[in-house]
């Protein structure tokens, strides 16, 4: 290069190419990565264009004199092309071949002001130039058509005006934005004959460039910058003023929401970050932050040079060459100011979109790219937030299957799993009030009195000699038996040995022979064990070995045989092994190693309670289960509080301990009572969980969980909550039409109301359509009258003939027509309503999405 560089552009269909203006020469750059240059052919410019990239010169243009302005085309498949303009006029378009080249000459010279290509339509391209009274300041040629002529030149705007700056809708095609003659901005749509020409009145005509999503405009003069809303340029959006003169404005091609430029005389690049106050979706007024970078580095005893001009890379992510006063040209990477978030699915995102979610990887980013998707937070592994875990079940429809037994199976958690199989159990006995009621305990000093109970002396059934133990016997405790699990009848045999063969074919063999140990049968207690010996898998078993060991029993009890079990029980793995040989070892009245065995389930241990304990003694216990279950947050203690307010002091014990809020507002819909529903802490859970769901987009267990709450609450007197009233006669509509309906059952046509029955004024008019909104009622059969009575008015009537509205504005029409209108538009389809209607009940928070995707 000979010269000084004066502008540059990358190609915007070849990520790897872009080319450069120095006077009179024009040249193109491949521009590679160092490991992969071929350093035995010397083509390499010398220029430093960053540690990890060159570029390498692979064509040039010398032919033209004194360009003034180059634009890049959007044509791809191998084509390279662009166009420059000439202080005379004239424009050239050049694929840096010897041959065929095109230019086009204006009727009266003077220069080129600007150029722009259509990325739409990628052969069309507008050309700009200075004022004449005789000629037109704006030409569109269409290039595929060939030299410019009567049929390739497509339109000539702007007779006696000035170009200042032109650019091309994203979105529509036809569509062209231009500043004009120091005083407005035009937008003109050639898609209509004659063109649809909006103005608007601004001093800011130059660098008008569009945001990547097509939505906003940005134009600049002096040191001030405007920013439009190409939906209605009647008025700027914002207002921004820069320290000193804008030589260049353009937006980031991979995001919507910043806007660089750079000032005359300085060193540096101004970035602008813009944040709406909602989404870009509802407009308004953004908010902007201004940062500043500097590409090229500061060196000792040495001015920075002022930037020239700059161009953004058009896929790779906030990537650009910037071009210095001395020519130094540099690839650069925009340090990303990124705010992240939380979004409703427990996703991390960044501000332009990007999931920044990768906590499983210990290891550092291997390019500057990677960073921005990678975290290294030094863990191998993390623990599920609660919120993931809830909605994980919320989709399996954790808690809403009509068998309660089956929602701890979805729970995947072992101890749940145990919780809805005894509130299961406890419904299908329709007994809901807790051991702690059943047997007359309570914790307050005024509660009812405990039940009493008949002791009653048991012997050993296999031996014939030798002291039994001491049971206690009532109806309360038979019930509370029952509640904890153990369903057989303890007067009639058979149904013990169901009991126990059940437990057997579960392979709970340890469990079956302390229950078989309790009711002092110990001989089946040997047998069981020695089953469970002979199906075990595991020849580390002690199942035989505690069958040995329990053979050494004696009604007599021997001191060294419980000497020997007191001994072996702290090295025994099995809790029920252990428990067993506890109960069987035991001193008098002390029970204490069985009922504190906390690795047996609390059912178990209240079983055995309610059989072996004292009144005062199961009070005791009871109690201080109970205080025990609340402190620590164990559900299993609704065993013992059931449906009370104790039992609400557990379910928010378990919340504060494991913010599961979803476990205690299902278990509170599916077994507390309609008046205890009406707590106030009952009612938050129910409200948080719902609210989750609403934002999760789970409407389906959303309407079933409130289903099950309609089952338990009584039912509303008026069901009906909302209702059309005539505007005119305050009357309802819709009864009036059930009304009707009765009265012209036998007919057999079809009947469409659009005036009110009641004093015949028009309804509305739907804002689409135009017709007048009505009820069209189906044909009743004489057959069917009956039956088909209630389905008069608006069940009668599909859903796309509903009346729909907006809450804001008032202005509706048909369903059908309305989603129809929203599925492209934002604003209220009524002629001068500026409401938003459609952005006013978005579903979902959408992230941005911007066009183009990283590779």
Same mark, same amino acid.
């Given at each position: 290069?000979?010269?000084?560089?004066?502008?540059?552009?990358?190609?915007?269909?070849? #990520?790897?190419?872009?080319?450069?203006?120095?006077?009179?020469?024009?040249?193109?750059?491949?521009?590679?990565?160092?490991?992969?240059?071929?350093?035995?052919?010397?083509?390499?410019?010398?220029?430093?264009?960053?540690?990890?990239?060159?570029?390498?010169?692979?064509?040039?243009?010398?032919?033209?004199?004194?360009?003034?302005?180059?634009?890049?085309?959007?044509? @791809?498949?191998?084509?390279?092309?662009?166009?420059?303009?000439?202080?005379?006029?004239?424009?050239?378009?050049?694929?840096?071949?010897?041959?065929?080249? *095109?230019?086009?000459?204006?009727?009266?010279?003077?220069?080129?002001?600007?150029?722009?290509?259509?990325?739409?339509?990628?052969?069309?391209?507008?050309?700009?130039?200075?004022?004449?009274?005789?000629?037109?300041?704006?030409?569109?040629?269409?290039?595929?058509?060939?030299?410019?002529?009567?049929?390739?030149?497509?339109?000539?705007?702007?007779?006696?005006?000035?170009?200042? #700056? %032109?650019?091309?809708?994203?979105?529509?095609?036809? *569509?062209?934005?231009?500043?004009?003659?120091?005083?407005?901005?035009?937008?003109?749509?050639?898609?209509?004959?004659?063109?649809?020409?909006?103005?608007?009145?601004?001093?800011?005509?130059?660098?008008?460039?569009?945001?990547?999503?097509?939505?906003?405009?940005?134009?600049?003069?002096?040191?001030?910058?405007?920013?439009?809303?190409?939906?209605?340029?009647?008025?700027?959006?914002?207002?921004?003023?820069?320290?000193?003169?804008?030589?260049?404005?353009?937006?980031?091609?991979?995001?919507?929401?910043?806007?660089?430029?750079?000032?005359?005389?300085?060193?540096?690049?101004?970035?602008?970050?813009?944040?709406?106050?909602?989404?870009?979706?509802?407009?308004?007024?953004?908010?902007?932050?201004?940062?500043? *970078?500097?590409?090229?580095?500061?060196?000792?005893?040495?001015?920075?040079?002022?930037?020239?001009?700059?161009?953004?890379?058009?896929?790779?992510?906030?990537?650009?060459?910037?071009?210095?006063?001395?020519?130094?040209?540099?690839?650069?990477?925009?340090?990303?100011?990124?705010?992240?978030?939380?979004?409703?699915?427990?996703?991390?995102?960044?501000?332009?979109?990007?999931? =920044?979610?990768?906590?499983?990887?210990?290891?550092?980013?291997?390019?500057?790219?990677? #960073?921005?998707?990678?975290?290294?937070?030094?863990?191998?592994?993390?623990?599920?937030?609660?919120?993931?875990?809830?909605?994980?079940?919320?989709?399996?429809?954790?808690?809403?299957?009509?068998?309660?037994?089956?929602?701890?199976?979805?729970?995947?958690?072992?101890?749940?799993?145990?919780?809805?199989?005894?509130?299961?159990?406890?419904?299908?006995?329709?007994?809901?009030?807790?051991?702690?009621?059943?047997?007359?305990?309570?914790?307050?000093?005024?509660?009812?009195?405990?039940?009493?109970?008949?002791?009653?002396?048991?012997?050993?059934?296999?031996?014939?000699?030798?002291? @039994?133990?001491?049971?206690?016997?009532?109806?309360?405790?038979?019930?509370?038996?029952?509640?904890?699990?153990?369903?057989?009848?303890?007067?009639?045999?058979?149904?013990?040995?169901?009991?126990?063969?059940?437990?057997?074919?579960?392979?709970?063999?340890?469990?079956?022979?302390?229950?078989?140990?309790?009711?002092?049968?110990?001989?089946?207690?040997?047998?069981?064990?020695?089953?469970?010996?002979?199906?075990?898998?595991?020849?580390?078993?002690?199942?035989?070995?505690?069958?040995?060991?329990?053979?050494?029993?004696?009604?007599?009890?021997? @001191?060294?045989?419980?000497?020997?079990?007191?001994?072996?029980?702290?090295?025994?793995?099995?809790?029920?092994?252990?428990?067993?040989?506890?109960?069987?070892?035991?001193?008098?009245?002390?029970?204490?190693?069985?009922?504190?065995?906390?690795?047996? #389930?609390?059912?178990?241990?209240?079983?055995?309670?309610?059989?072996?304990?004292?009144?005062?003694?199961?009070?005791?216990?009871?109690?201080?289960?109970?205080?025990?279950?609340?402190?620590?947050?164990?559900?299993?203690?609704?065993?013992?509080?059931?449906?009370?307010?104790?039992?609400?002091?557990?379910?928010?014990?378990?919340?504060?301990?494991?913010?599961?809020?979803?476990?205690?507002? =299902?278990?509170?819909?599916?077994?507390?009572?309609?008046?205890?529903?009406?707590?106030?802490?009952?009612?938050?859970?129910?409200?948080?969980?719902?609210?989750?769901?609403?934002?999760?987009?789970?409407?389906?267990?959303?309407?079933?969980?409130?289903?099950?709450?309609?089952?338990?609450?009584?039912?509303?007197?008026?069901?009906?909550?909302?209702?059309?009233?005539?505007?005119?006669?305050?009357?309802?509509?819709?009864?009036?039409?059930?009304?009707?309906?009765?009265?012209?059952?036998?007919?057999?046509?079809?009947?469409?109301?659009?005036?009110?029955?009641?004093?015949?004024?028009?309804?509305?008019?739907?804002?689409?359509?135009?017709?007048?909104?009505?009820?069209?009622?189906?044909?009743?059969?004489?057959?069917?009258?009956? %039956?088909?009575?209630?389905?008069?008015?608006?069940?009668?009537?599909?859903?796309?003939?509903?009346?729909?509205?907006?809450?804001?504005?008032?202005?509706?029409?048909?369903?059908?027509?309305?989603?129809?209108?929203?599925?492209?538009?934002?604003?209220?389809?009524?002629?001068?309503?500026?409401?938003?209607?459609?952005?006013?009940?978005?579903?979902?928070?959408?992230?941005?999405?911007?066009?183009?995707?990283?590779?």
């Amino acid at each position: 290069m000979t010269q000084t560089v004066v502008e540059l552009h990358w190609f915007p269909k070849y #990520s790897d190419r872009f080319l450069t203006t120095a006077g009179s020469e024009i040249n193109l750059y491949q521009v590679k990565n160092r490991d992969l240059v071929d350093h035995g052919i010397n083509t390499n410019i010398n220029l430093d264009i960053s540690k990890s990239t060159t570029a390498t010169l692979i064509a040039f243009e010398t032919r033209y004199q004194f360009i003034r302005s180059v634009a890049p085309s959007y044509h @791809g498949s191998g084509e390279i092309l662009f166009a420059a303009g000439f202080p005379n006029g004239k424009v050239a378009l050049c694929n840096f071949a010897n041959e065929n080249n *095109v230019e086009f000459t204006p009727r009266v010279s003077r220069p080129c002001t600007c150029l722009a290509w259509s990325e739409l339509e990628p052969s069309i391209i507008a050309m700009g130039h200075d004022r004449n009274r005789s000629d037109h300041c704006i030409t569109i040629w269409d290039t595929e058509r060939g030299v410019p002529n009567q049929t390739s030149i497509l339109q000539l705007i702007g007779l006696s005006e000035t170009a200042h #700056s %032109i650019c091309w809708d994203r979105t529509f095609p036809q *569509v062209m934005i231009a500043g004009m003659s120091h005083k407005y901005i035009k937008m003109m749509d050639f898609r209509q004959n004659p063109a649809t020409v909006t103005v608007a009145n601004a001093r800011t005509v130059n660098g008008l460039c569009i945001a990547p999503n097509g939505r906003y405009l940005a134009s600049y003069v002096d040191n001030v910058i405007n920013l439009w809303d190409l939906r209605s340029l009647d008025k700027a959006i914002s207002q921004i003023q820069m320290q000193k003169n804008i030589t260049h404005l353009s937006w980031c091609p991979t995001r919507s929401s910043v806007l660089t430029t750079l000032q005359r005389d300085s060193p540096l690049i101004n970035l602008i970050d813009l944040h709406w106050p909602g989404s870009e979706m509802d407009g308004g007024e953004p908010h902007s932050v201004k940062r500043f *970078v500097s590409p090229f580095p500061t060196r000792h005893g040495s001015r920075v040079p002022s930037m020239s001009y700059l161009s953004w890379h058009p896929y790779d992510l906030e990537r650009m060459l910037a071009l210095s006063g001395t020519g130094m040209i540099c690839d650069y990477r925009i340090p990303q100011r990124v705010a992240i978030s939380w979004d409703n699915n427990n996703n991390l995102y960044g501000n332009n979109g990007n999931e =920044l979610r990768q906590f499983t990887s210990p290891s550092p980013p291997t390019t500057p790219s990677d #960073s921005l998707n990678q975290w290294d937070c030094g863990i191998d592994s993390y623990e599920e937030d609660v919120a993931e875990t809830i909605q994980k079940r919320a989709i399996n429809n954790y808690g809403l299957t009509a068998e309660m037994h089956r929602n701890g199976d979805l729970a995947g958690n072992a101890n749940l799993k145990g919780v809805w199989k005894q509130l299961d159990h406890m419904t299908k006995e329709d007994c809901k009030l807790g051991l702690n009621t059943i047997l007359g305990v309570c914790s307050a000093p005024d509660g009812p009195a405990m039940s009493r109970s008949d002791p009653v002396m048991m012997k050993w059934t296999d031996f014939a000699i030798g002291s @039994g133990l001491v049971v206690y016997r009532s109806e309360h405790r038979d019930t509370a038996q029952l509640l904890c699990g153990w369903t057989f009848d303890r007067t009639k045999e058979s149904s013990f040995a169901s009991f126990i063969d059940e437990l057997c074919t579960n392979k709970e063999f340890t469990r079956a022979a302390l229950i078989t140990c309790f009711h002092f049968k110990i001989k089946q207690a040997i047998d069981i064990l020695g089953r469970g010996a002979e199906q075990s898998a595991d020849p580390s078993s002690l199942l035989r070995v505690a069958a040995i060991a329990l053979s050494g029993f004696s009604a007599e009890r021997s @001191g060294l045989w419980r000497k020997q079990c007191g001994a072996a029980r702290t090295q025994i793995d099995d809790p029920y092994l252990r428990c067993m040989f506890s109960f069987l070892a035991h001193e008098k009245d002390g029970f204490e190693t069985v009922t504190n065995e906390t690795e047996i #389930s609390l059912s178990d241990r209240m079983a055995f309670a309610c059989n072996f304990l004292s009144d005062l003694k199961l009070a005791e216990y009871i109690k201080g289960m109970v205080a025990n279950c609340i402190e620590t947050g164990d559900l299993n203690g609704l065993l013992l509080t059931g449906a009370t307010n104790d039992g609400i002091k557990l379910l928010q014990s378990h919340l504060d301990r494991t913010e599961d809020v979803q476990t205690v507002a =299902l278990i509170a819909a599916r077994f507390l009572t309609s008046d205890l529903l009406t707590d106030y802490r009952v009612q938050y859970w129910i409200c948080t969980y719902r609210d989750l769901l609403d934002i999760w987009g789970l409407w389906e267990q959303r309407a079933q969980l409130d289903i099950n709450l309609g089952k338990i609450r009584s039912p509303p007197q008026n069901s009906r909550s909302v209702f059309l009233l005539c505007n005119f006669c305050g009357k309802n509509v819709s009864m009036t039409l059930q009304e009707d309906q009765r009265l012209r059952s036998n007919t057999a046509v079809m009947h469409k109301l659009s005036s009110c029955p009641n004093c015949r004024k028009p309804l509305p008019r739907c804002a689409l359509c135009l017709l007048h909104m009505g009820t069209t009622m189906g044909a009743v059969s004489q057959g069917h009258a009956g %039956i088909q009575t209630g389905q008069a008015g608006w069940q009668s009537k599909p859903f796309s003939k509903w009346f729909s509205w907006c809450q804001t504005c008032r202005h509706g029409g048909h369903t059908e027509h309305l989603a129809e209108w929203f599925n492209e538009n934002t604003e209220c389809p009524v002629t001068s309503c500026s409401c938003k209607c459609y952005a006013k009940d978005l579903p979902m928070p959408q992230f941005p999405r911007e066009k183009y995707a990283l590779s």
